[in-house]
């Protein structure tokens, strides 16, 4: 081969292209999965899209059989709706998001979820998707017919019209075919999928049309939305080094100072004054001349500032009450424990570990449930951080006999908040076994254990008492009448004495 | 929120800002692994590269400890080096390759594997990437600085120098410098990583220099590469309505028909002629122009065609005796099986798999060793489709206890060759569950298991035997002392005639 053979073999590819060939990392792997993905990816959508705007969400999701492995997806929310300007981008082409630079709790982050339904639709039927939206009173009802060109990773509008809006909706409206495999009644199901939605988002209203006939309605039971987590910025301890240096070279800040203490959360002047005299540098310069020596020097400086943890009200947590609530919807149990774990970092970015445990009851098997920012995760549980601690703690200590998992008739739910979750794949089903994350997840599921021993242990003592009363009870009558004998007294106030006894004691 | 921000919210996401937030997504989620990625990635690309030109690859790794966590790490080859021309693209530019649009089988293929090393190299130190090389004979050695321009995705030339090449020496040589964490004698190590690379690449010679002076090379055992794996073109079974839209508008074929016969492999003229009668399509019209319910139904005609499975000779097996060799290497065992399956496809691309196992002898615990296109895969084990199958297979029947996994002195080894390997990640260390890809594998397990059955039920038969012969032989000069009795005959004499029937019979 020669120089120019070698050089044209080099080329670009394309976004869309490398997720067309590798759409199992989307969640497309199969047509029961494929099916579940788009309809997720569409809700998550609507859900952080209304719930930003402070609406309390309203979503409908139909799902019409058109083939034998074909189906028409439809999902609505009564959200803010998408700019037309903008809609064709955000919908049609990957890397595209409004989420992906802030530090805030979202459901969504990456910018790859809705392109990647419409591109598995255009992948496996070829047809258009059909996308409405608007954002109430002065605009009007946008209908796009989108497709993406691969090639280019661009959209390719084929058609937009407009139509009056006299009633002012909002929202936007996603009609995708695909192929696909529908089942229900197995966990990783559409259904399955909702059903979990519903209990942690309990003021969204979630309205299912399967295509067997098959509705179901989960109105809202909380009628306030939580508080909007905040957006925060950086904290030093989370930035490492290459991307401490880019955000020196693109500052609009004109002093090294006004720098750390505006791009930072947790910096004041005397913090960062303090971290230009470690690292040695004039808290006066321009920030955009450091070399890569400076900026390594004060990259070290930062780390050994001690610092208060990023601010939390950027997370969004559901609370105590409210998992166990959650949980009492969905199981018939015995003992119900819930734990908010207070709030930790890793490399940053803050993040809460909750986690609630159902007991006995109607429970069967052990089960696990997984969420992340409020949205459940069906898929790749073998590979999550959560999974790796439930099994790394020791539950014979809390009662529970286990082999890996519980071997006892419980569900534990656990539940991730964070500015950024580390997910294993695009598809977003596992988390990254960060240790900080397990070890989180650990102590939540250890407190909730000494919360059910306590349970566990008082109930087994109350057994072992009744039993003891038990044995008790069937000698009275033979205690009472050598008794009698003994003492003279009749053995029929001695029976009762003895019965007062017992009951006290029980 | 009005229209503007809304709209201003909506942002593009460069493909390097994307990997730099999920660097854990391409293998760089804590510092033993991330520098075992980074040799990996810069392995991976030498040995394609050298193989591909025809040379018998000469690779040199060493690592040097320049910080308590920070490690210049250097590979060395002897391949046909990248054009100066190209060289800052395909090096610091992500989704930039030669092996992307190829259906042939590679170590690489996704364009994102060494700029991914760099990515992370610069973010944990700063540090610009030095890259040598040089195509040899009439091109001066081109020494360059490059780092990522991650908000654009592009790469920046620090400094780009030439030097006489007098002995027209050929090859990259790649330099970074990286926070890590170095281990060995563990399996997920780097010297583990280029043991079992040595073991499947017979024809490979390297050498490694550790930072705490352990060096050890491995010289080629085989003097000749394998043949060069052909490049095929897409089987009509395997394409989706999606792509065969996007093949047919930027086909440069004149005819329907001429297009069917040149973009696809296994079609004839009288296929294509079938396909477009099925089809009710004209084989004489444009192709450019097809309608996308008439792409549907081409579509559906190309599926129901019945053709030959495609060529086989884009794949290169290492084969039963090299499985066996490369046990033999690493093992010391009691008994070796090797079975190196026929191809299969699964949509539409050709692989196959190959087993081998090693039993008994100094083996201690069960040990499974995956491997894909001649690389050893060292993590997400519990997330691959040769891992699922090794635990489907009912070991039992082939005299071995399991629990998941067998529970005996044996090792595994796995080897998926294919065109496209369907990864879970884009580091690249487990394949997806496709469930062709699990059927075949368990094939393949299942005759090894036979084989293996055959030694252990034969080695079991010879145990009893020489058991009741045990027994046997200690009542031999009681046996004889009464037949003596009984017969007369000199019960030296019997003994003798006993002994001679037992050794026949052993």
Redesign the interface.
Known sequence: ?N?RE??E???????A??F???R??LGY??PTRALLTVVKEACENSLDAAEE?GILPELRVKLEQVGEDRFKVIVEDNG?G??A??LP??FA?F????K??RYRQSRGI??LGISGAL?YS??????PARIVSS?GRR?PIHEFELMID??KNEPVVLSHRRRPNPDGWHGVRVELVVEGRYVDKVFQSVPEYLRQTAIVNPFASLRFQGPNGHSVEYPRSIKELPPVPKEIKPHPHGV???????MLK?TGARTLLGFLISEFCRMGRTSALEACRTAKLNPNQPPQKLS?EE??RL?RALQQLKLKAPPLDCLSPLGERMIEEGLRRLFKAEKYVAVSRSPSVYRGNPFQVECGIAYGGEIGEFQLLRFANRVPLLY?Q??CALTLAVKEVDWKRYGVPHDGFPQAPMVIMLHFVSV?V?????GKQAI????EIVRETKLALQEAGRRLFEYISRKERLRRARARIGLFERYIPELAESLEKLTGKPKEEIIERLKGMLDEEG
């Open positions: 081969m120089e070698l050089a073999r080099i080329k670009e590819i394309s976004v292209e490398f067309e060939k590798n199992h990392l792997e199969n705007a803010p998408v700019p300007s903008k981008q955000a082409k890397l595209v998001g409004s992906f630079y990456q910018g591109l255009q992948l496996t039927t070829n047809q954002l605009d691969v090639t490492e080094v290459g991307l401490l240096g880019r693109r890569a900026i390594s990259h790749h073998g590979d950024w580390p997910f294993t794949t695009e990254a076994c960060y240790p």
